[in-house]
T-cell receptor
Framework: RKEVEQDPGPFNVPEGATVAFNCTYSNSASQSFFWYRQDCRKEPKLLMSVYSSGNEDGRFTAQLNRASQYISLLIRDSKLSDSATYLCVVKGSGNTPLVFGKGTRLSVIA | GAGVSQSPSNKVTEKGKDVELRCDPISGHTALYWYRQRLGQGLEFLIYFQGNSAPDKSGLPSDRFSAERTGESVSTLTIQRTQQEDSAVYLC????????????FGSGTQLSVL
């Protein structure tokens, strides 16, 4: 089983739609969780951290379910500029590297 | 510059040749990562440096791959006897350290092995 698994998509949605991405991780000792965004032929950039209590940043909401080892990202009122690949990222405790999922591709269509 | 700098941005080489890829992290960042991304694929962890600790080399795919870091500055990723399957974008990232998990990525080196 891969450490971090995501639905690769692509998700093709119209502008204004709500879309949700899911991610599961295998290491129950994982401590930190993130969503990164990668535009085509660009480097990844941090979108948001994911906390146990859930967190929201404008149109973006991230949730963590430690019992199910499951992370989600919800995007409301999708914009054309949201088109990108969304990477689920997990980190273990201590001096361990971040592990990236393969990403879910989103295309928002006018 | 203010960001992570990688060079060269593009490298074309012949199968069997050695290549060196360079990464200049953000000043003051103690953690440095190398990832590989093949076309249309996710990021594959290669190696991780954190301060003066022994590097985590668990992601290096073969003994043809090695990396060094001078103190908390420049890192070099070396691929010996390149193969066509080594063709990918090699991404370097740095962060302030273990407790600071926001990674800042360079724009990568596109390696093409002919």
């Amino acid at each position: 089983r891969k450490e971090v698994e995501q639905d690769p998509g692509p998700f093709n949605v119209p502008e204004g739609a709500t879309v949700a991405f899911n991610c599961t991780y295998s290491n129950s000792a994982s401590q930190s969780f993130f969503w990164y965004r990668q535009d085509c032929r660009k480097e990844p950039k941090l979108l948001m951290s994911v906390y146990s209590s859930g967190n929201e940043d404008g149109r973006f909401t991230a949730q963590l379910n430690r019992a199910s080892q499951y992370i989600s990202l919800l995007i409301r009122d999708s914009k054309l500029s949201d088109s990108a690949t969304y990477l689920c990222v997990v980190k273990g405790s201590g001096n361990t590297p971040l592990v990236f999922g393969k990403g879910t591709r989103l295309s928002v269509i006018a | 510059g203010a960001g992570v700098s990688q060079s060269p941005s593009n490298k074309v080489t012949e199968k069997g040749k050695d290549v060196e890829l360079r990464c200049d992290p953000i000043s003051g960042h103690t953690a440095l990562y190398w990832y590989r991304q093949r076309l249309g694929q996710g990021l594959e962890f290669l190696i991780y440096f954190q301060g003066n600790s022994a590097p985590d080399k668990s992601g290096l795919p073969s003994d043809r791959f090695s990396a060094e870091r001078t103190g908390e500055s420049v890192s070099t990723l070396t691929i010996q006897r390149t193969q066509q399957e080594d063709s990918a974008v090699y991404l370097c990232a740095s962060s302030l350290g273990v407790a600071y998990e926001k990674l800042f990525f360079g724009s990568g080196t596109q390696l093409s092995v002919l």
